[in-house]
Nanobody, 113 residues
């Protein structure tokens, strides 16, 4: 089975930057949709960024202009570059690959002074 392993989370001050990585045991060839979701305590999991193999990319309104999703297909890795971080970005971030739907274990991002 395919496994996804996130890394790069941690504590960062407001206005800071962080880059998350998602390493896949299998291919992230362009036919697969790769995405990042996040979930804060007491809130529903929400889509943050999505990359479709054709080149189409979507972002949640709350992160547009601040976050960038990218792929390195040769390394089977997807990234989420997060800039100008805010306290409300605090959440567990999950990597997604599909179809079929596969989820990573999540990595904690905390934005606090």
């Amino acid at each position: 089975q395919v496994q996804l392993v996130e890394s790069g989370g941690g504590l960062v001050q407001p206005g800071g930057s962080l880059r998350l990585s998602c390493a896949a045991s299998g291919s992230i060839f362009s036919m697969y949709v790769m995405a990042w979701f996040r979930q804060a305590p007491g809130k529903q999991r929400e889509l943050v960024a999505r990359s479709i193999g054709s080149g189409s990319i979507n972002y949640a309104d709350s992160v547009k202009g601040r976050f960038t999703i990218s792929r390195d297909n040769a390394k089977n890795t997807v990234y989420l570059q997060m800039n100008s971080l805010r306290a409300e970005d605090t959440a567990v971030y999950y990597c997604y690959r599909g179809p079929p739907a596969t989820w990573g274990q999540g990595t904690q991002v905390t934005v606090s002074s």
